[in-house]
């Protein structure tokens, strides 16, 4: 869960850094993770903890985590949608990688949707690892 949560905060810290160059999309990349945060803490909150056979177990949310999970899918499909929709023949333009293309904000939201799922899952994370070891202690 650490390791987990060490890639997400790079790659977060990636989509912020290339939203920083329009005021969009440092408005939609605050909302975005403003929303994470809630979304892992209320989540957090509803998370049960469980020690099974000696070792601890987590049951997440299943709403909170599948309202994350649909709007990182459709976000990916409409940035697919996007690069290939471009272009009417169906390939993308020339010099342009599907990478770069994935990476790209397009219209200044869609990177403030992507930094949703990042903030949810590395404080999601970073609540369980801290709501784990006081259990421990307890015990």
Same mark, same amino acid.
């Not at 009417?88 to 949703?116: E, K, R, V």
């Given at each position: 869960?650490?390791?987990?949560?060490?890639?997400?905060?790079?790659?977060?810290? =990636?989509?912020?850094?290339?939203?920083?160059?329009? *005021?969009?999309?440092? /408005?939609?990349? +605050?909302? @975005? #993770?403003? &929303?994470?945060?809630?979304?892992?803490?209320?989540?957090?909150?509803?998370?049960?903890?469980?020690?099974?056979?000696?070792?601890?177990?987590?049951?997440?949310?299943?709403? =909170?985590?599948?309202?994350?999970?649909?709007?990182? *899918?459709?976000?990916? /499909?409409?940035? +697919?949608? @996007? #690069?290939? &929709?471009?272009?009417?023949?169906?390939?993308?333009?020339?010099?342009?990688?599907?990478?770069?293309?994935?990476?790209?904000?397009?219209?200044?939201?869609?990177?403030?949707?992507?930094?949703?799922?990042?903030?949810?899952?590395?404080?999601?994370?970073? /609540?369980?690892?801290?709501?784990?070891?006081?259990?421990?202690?307890?015990?």
């Amino acid at each position: 869960m650490q390791i987990i949560t060490v890639i997400f905060t790079i790659i977060g810290l =990636i989509f912020l850094m290339e939203g920083t160059f329009q *005021i969009s999309s440092v /408005i939609s990349d +605050i909302i @975005g #993770i403003l &929303a994470g945060i809630i979304l892992a803490y209320f989540g957090a909150l509803l998370t049960q903890l469980e020690k099974r056979n000696g070792y601890w177990f987590y049951r997440p949310n299943l709403w =909170i985590g599948s309202l994350v999970t649909v709007i990182f *899918i459709a976000r990916l /499909i409409y940035r +697919i949608f @996007g #690069i290939f &929709a471009a272009d009417h023949s169906g390939a993308a333009h020339p010099g342009t990688s599907l990478a770069n293309g994935m990476l790209s904000t397009g219209s200044g939201w869609t990177s403030g949707l992507m930094l949703i799922m990042f903030a949810y899952y590395v404080t999601y994370n970073v /609540i369980l690892l801290r709501k784990q070891e006081l259990v421990r202690s307890r015990v």
